[in-house]
């Protein structure tokens, strides 16, 4: 499954994380350092398990139990962004083409 940032998120990176605001519900909402780099990814990558496989090597080296921890948190983190409409999922050959990308500021 592909992942894309919603086109209706704008969204702005600080020291503290990064902010996202949903043009369409007006939901705003400040990610933390941890989520910022979960968001960054889906953005730079749009894969689910490249995010996953890219943090575990990050943080879990060959340590199955920690790669598994990170899984299931960026899993559950992912799940939360679609569920809220910020982030989008679809099978890579059904996504029609983005006239924008999302709003970036």
């Known amino acids: 499954m592909s992942l894309h940032i919603s086109d209706a998120v704008i969204w702005q990176e600080s020291g503290d994380g990064i902010s996202l605001y949903h043009s369409e519900s007006g939901d705003f909402r400040t990610l933390n350092a941890t989520a910022a780099q979960i968001w960054a990814l889906v953005d730079s ?3 689910r398990e490249t995010v996953i496989r890219n943090l575990s090597l990050l943080f879990a080296g060959h340590n199955p139990v920690m790669t598994a921890r990170i899984r299931a948190e960026v899993d559950a983190f992912i799940s939360s962004m679609i569920e809220a409409d910020l982030i989008e999922e679809s099978d890579p ?6 006239s924008e990308p999302a709003a970036r500021s």
Do not use: K
């Open 45 to 47: 990558d749009g894969d």
């Open 93 to 98: 050959g059904t996504r029609a083409t983005r």
